[in-house]
C-alpha cells in the first residue's frame, strides 16, 4: 500500500477553496487506495476537527 504524508502550511479554520481542493485531494487519494495523513497548523485540534467536519458537508453537497 503507498502512504502519503501531506503537509498543508494554512489552517482549517475557515472553509476556502484551497481547503476545499485539498480535501477532495486526500479523498480522492483514498478512493483509489492510498493511505493519506494530512497535517495541518491550528493550536487547537477540536476547531480542526470541527472545521473539517464542515468542508466536509460542503463538498457533499458540489
Known amino acids: 500500500m503507498n502512504k502519503?504524508?501531506?503537509v498543508h502550511n494554512?489552517?482549517?479554520?475557515k472553509p476556502c477553496a484551497n481547503r476545499i481542493q485539498v480535501?477532495?485531494?486526500?479523498k480522492a487519494f483514498?478512493?483509489?487506495g492510498v493511505s493519506?495523513?494530512?497535517?495541518?497548523?491550528n493550536c487547537?485540534?477540536?476547531i480542526i476537527k470541527k472545521s473539517i467536519m464542515k468542508i466536509?458537508?460542503?463538498i457533499q453537497f458540489l
Not at 36 to 41: K, Y
Open 4 to 6: 502519503i504524508l501531506y
Open 10 to 13: 494554512a489552517d482549517f479554520s
Open 23 to 26: 480535501l477532495n485531494m486526500c
Open 30 to 32: 483514498e478512493k483509489i
Open 36 to 41: 493519506i495523513t494530512l497535517i495541518s497548523f
Open 44 to 46: 487547537d485540534k477540536n
Open 56 to 58: 466536509l458537508i460542503i
